[in-house]
């Protein structure tokens, strides 16, 4: 990996486009793997699993180019903001792609069983939260503050559906035991795509910073609900 | 919050002092929701939920120390390597806290359930995460690359004893419907300690890179078996 670089412009570019790949990868992970689950693909979800060996391996590539960086060039004020920023998205995005490898996983099992519910529910959360991560990557090479807040303020709708999906797993496995073990692997399945939605926004939350250099309130539009769900569901329901 | 330092010599133990405060909050966080967890504390519970804004307060003052380091003392190898280690740990840390106050979250509500299992089984997972989580501290505050390989190479109980977990519930809910809500809120518990294993990992992997210069090898004696065990607790079982 002998990257020949001629400026100081041409290395922040370079940087951009690593976490723009990077991004993409992950998108079509996120996108794969909820097209293998609601399709019950097996085959498509065990080539996710395989590729998320390049997501970790440019995750140290931008690694070990920020600190190239950040010790040949010596960045100042937005520069700087923004090398730490690839930084911190970085790992954002790998752990987006640990939780598409784990849904592809799921995806496998869930393959081979009888019960299958909620796909409208799983087609919906993946569409949101892979347009979020797609918006926050687009944030971030394009230098866009506003996309960024956008994103930001955006995820009600996913908790919304993922709430709903619970609600439903709930009742499936209260109707009848041998829905248990699907169901249960369908909750962990939308608790993953959350998560993506949630990195989704930490890298929304980074761009807003490295671009306009300060950072967003503590206290977002969004709750986290789902702990509080089941109660409504329970044996007294 | 105005810092008053002398050398760059100060400014860098100050920035151990953060991560080490941070990691400290987060250790009492996993320890406390693990305690109210098992001992049906909801009182306790409730106290860690308002306990993770100081947590995110930390991130936000280490991101900045860190890039006002960067910027002001441009430093080089291996300083440069533990900024960047900093800034990629506290991030791991707020997420360790995210999952102890989901963890807490969640005890709130089984605690009102007549349904309790697997407590045996949590207590150690939580012990084992959490001395993971603080070898794992301890390591960047002391430089301490084996200690940092040794948390590494450690979580193969962690996945162990979730797996457990996760059969035991599994069994409780195929047995009683009653039992669902709970173990099902069980099972997201298990999964965030398992989580919290994953981030101390992290963690140790960083530091090892900031005091060797090196990565460790991307594959750890580790496998992520949460989503193989159903198939043998089945229907067909």
Redesign the interface.
Known sequence: MDHIVKSYEEELRRLRELIARMGGLAERQVADCAYALVRRDAEMAGEVVGRD?PI??LE?EV?SF??RL??LR?P??SD??FI?AA??IS?DIERIGDYA??VA??AI?VSG??FMGGVNGFQWLAQLVQRNLKDSIDAFVRDDADLAERVWAADAPVDDIYTGIFREM?TH??ED??N???C??M??IA?NFERIGDHATNIAETVHYAVRGA?LP?DRPKA?I???V??Y???TA
């Open positions: 060996a970790d391996a140290r690694d920020c600190v950040l010790a010596q100042m004020a700087l903001r730490v930084l911190k790992q490898r784990n996983k799921r099992i069983q009888p709930l496995m209260m035991p041998r248990i073990t699907a249960t692997h909750l962990f608790k950072v503590e986290d789902s702990a509080e089941p109660p569901l329970g044996p």
